[in-house]
């Protein structure tokens, strides 16, 4: 669930952050009317708490999946949820990259799609992973609300079993698995960003 | 060659709109070294950006070796670039790849192969004196380094033009003759045209054969090197050449009231300006014989502009009143600017207090 929901948030987070830069005014592809469309939705989806996303987007998960139940039925809100909040951590990676850069590579003859490639992305390797990293622990965060739409997952887990039947334990078990998860995501993460610092 | 013809560019804002450059007209010859210099916000990066259409001039053609800019595709705007290098006053390096890669960017399209481009980034580095640097990153460098890779990624695809933008305003003064050295030196080399942005003097003193100085959007003047600095026709232009002269600070010593220009009832401080490229008589000692007059130096300043001598000396001159006005009067028979900036030969009678009072006004007048 969070593999699946978390490869389709990258993949959109990721062209809608190089979008969003880029058509900006002064962007190397420039269209304001395509910045703000993009700019207002991300906004848009990013006011809408996720257990009530969730909820609100049955009709599209339906139409999309064929289901709004069950793991199927949480991917599409997971991406919903999750592509917009990615999204503005491309946006903020992709902004460390200096303007002169990116005019000096335009004084070299680059295209604006050797621009996104080869200046945009190359330099920002680091933010990027950064963005991943808090992106991916994000997602788990909000997988564990999925229960509602009857996903199973560790939330729904802990909330079943931990919660209403009293085991304590069980909810301890589950914390303790969470935290080396996110600890794994927020290592590798780290190496990347250090790794691709120089 | 580059010419401009007519160009202007306004920047939109929300509710008002800024002309940085306004209806400049100029040319650049081929293998030329040619200076355009303003004080900030004078609209000489705008201007110099006009000529690789990094910024679009709002109205006016721009040549570059016959071909109006203007009109070009995206497309062969993008060819053309690569026919001309530009370096920036920030260096913009790729901060994530080595010098080698820096320089093997702008190579990606250029029809070389992999061990094409390997020679050709090695062929680089040693042009620019950093063989060693291969593979550090631009973190690792220095300034001056910096600037040295950003020469050799510009130079790349050997074109035709370099576009400088303030290259050495971020170097200490050392560094800098360095790279006017390395600018120059490649100038010499392959004949490429460069065209250097600079609010420094003593740059287009170094290494611009000619030279336009910008003020509010417009170019105030503009001409060879040495005739510009010789005779300036605009306050501008002096105010310019004077941040690269000492004979300037003549003026705060008299203001700051210096002991070092302090002088007695009947002597008087001459200020002479070398404006031929033919100074090289003894004038000094031939004033000296001939009018009985003393010249004591006091300020020398004399360098060589385009291979000329050109600078001045500051005196004070001492002996008859006739003897001063004859040696003045032969001065400037034999080309020389002759300015008296502080005159005490009438005031020998005066008690103190008035003498200062006219010779402020005698400063004032002169100055």
Redesign the interface.
Known sequence: MVGISGVFAFAFGMFFGVAVTVTRDGGVMENVPVYHALDKTVNFFRSIPFIILLAALIPLTRLIMGSAIGVKGAIVPLVFGTAPFFTRQIESALSEV?R??V?????????PV?IIF??YL??S?AGIARGTTITAINLIGLSAMAGAVGAGGLGDFAIRYGHQRNQLDVTYVTVLTLVLAVNAIQRAGSAIARK?S? | MISLDGVSKTFAGRDSSVEAVRDVSLRINRGEIYGIIGFSGAGKSTLVRCINLLERPTRGRVFVDGVDMTTLSEKELRLKRRKIGMIFQQFNLFASRTAAQNIAYPLKNSGLDKSGVRDRVRELLSLVGLEDKENSYPSQLSGGQKQRVAIARALANDPGILLCDEATSALDPQTTLGLLKLLKNLNAAFGITIVVITHEMQVVKEICDRVAIMENGRIAEEGEVFSIFADPKQRITREFIDTTSSLSKIYGLIGGDSPAVRIEPGECILKLRYLERSVSEALISTISRRFGIDADIIFGSIELIGGAPLGGLVVIARGGPSGIDAAIGYLRQKNVGVEVILDARGVSELPDSERDVKTAHLFQVNR
């Not at chain 1, 005019?103 to 295209?111: C, F, Q, T, V």
């Open positions: 200096d002169g850069v005019e000096a590579a335009l004084s070299m003859g680059s295209s050797e080869r200046v190359r330099e390797i691709n120089h």
